[in-house]
């Protein structure tokens, strides 16, 4: 009896060890898919503010052609 209830205690931890937690990717998706409107509004404030980020750097560091 007592050794089916060490095995048994063994195997549920080696199954806890098993099951690793779910990956940030995940979470993120599942996060993504829970609250689609506010995500979609976030990735595309990011996208313009890398754009305008991007486009600003450019503009600032544009060579000066000689006249």
Known sequence: ML???????????TDKRAAAPPSF??????????KG????FHLSLTAI??????????WIGRPTLPQ
């Open 49 to 58: 503010g890398l754009a305008s980020f991007i486009l600003a750097v450019a």
């Open 3 to 13: 050794m089916k209830l060490e095995s048994k205690l063994m195997k549920t931890e």
């Open 25 to 34: 990717i995940k979470l993120a998706m599942r996060n993504m898919v829970r």
């Open 37 to 40: 409107r506010q995500s979609l």
